[in-house]
């Protein structure tokens, strides 16, 4: 029976709808772009068993909480601390109800607080992953989220995201979706500047909030040949028929987005670089890499394939010395790096994290594609994608299916050594 009308029949007899896997948000934000000031309204349905009692939420310490609202809620505390993943960013909602701890849990949490510089402009408010903006349960900022994002602005003012709005009327805008907890994404301004490649798919748009430059015609040629190598590679088993580039301008970094889109902060960006193309290559392929722990080395299976696939549409474009020359600097980094498996990333610096979940990662690819040959490692790839892999020994077991006992023993001792 379709979940929308079981849900609506339970309603009717009274009863709870049942405990569905899947977080749903109801997201509601009113900006006030003139002082780069906004204020939320978040309803989340938190899945029933999640957690006992109390359950937590993060949000960014610098945001003032309003309000939070729950059915039955028994105690309530807000305190800033230390999130090991966002250091002192956040403050801690503690909801406490009484009994019922299977039941699912709505929660609404009504704050407020000003954008900073960083992600504010002359042109535009990003909210964004990188803005942290909304309040995610810990340790699962990238569980599933289903939303709907209802943004308000003045009437001289439109919003964009990474797929178009469901509705839009003066100063009203309507995005749903499904995507990472901390991921939809709004941008507010006065005008955004449109570019979209003609068919054939995969349907790649640039939103830019800065006028239009030749640079942006040639990002958008690059974005569509970058998505469709990945669809007959890598994504083959899962491809995409539309893609997102936003380019806020808020010049601060560059990050994919698990709904079929790519936030580049830059605006200097120029495919014409090759550092710039590789960038734009691997943050496209995160569509497919991105399942991985980002707190555990599991993130190697988002960073290492993601460097490598960058480098594997640099090698297939033409690129062949871009390609040494950029592998060759990561196999440097990665030499004499801890190894990946059971890698305690709570025990070393940023610079020697990146050494092994980028670098050796990368090595470690780069090692099992000359031992298995083009066809078993883009098969193997594919079926990785396709299957959302999480974890390594997910991506073993895979390895030994695809490319046999030896090679999985193999890849064992590379990634344990
Ligand atoms: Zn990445």
Redesign the pocket.
Known sequence: MPRLLLSFLLGMLGLAPPAWAQQQARILLKVAPDSQHFWCRYTVWLPAGSARSPRFLNLDRRFTVIRVRSPRLSGLSIQPYLYAPFQDTVQRIALAHPGLKQRRKRVTITYEGTLSDRYATDQVMEFSRSTLWLPFVPYQEDAPLAYSLDVQVPASYTVVSTRPSRKARAGHFRFRGRTSAIEPTALVGRNFHQLTAAPPKPAVTVIKANPLLRADTLLLAEATRICSYYNQTIGRRDSIARFTVLLPGTNRNA??LLDNAVDITYSDFDVRKREDRLILA??IS?KW?AYGSISTYEEWL??GF??YSGLLYLRAAGDTAGFRTELDKRLASAAGAPPILGFDRSKYDYPTIRRVV?AKGTAVLHALHTRVGDDVFLRLLAATAARKTATTEGFLTLVGQEAGPDTQRWLREQLAR
């Open positions: 990050f994919a691997h943050e995160h890499w988002n960073e993601a460097t980028y």
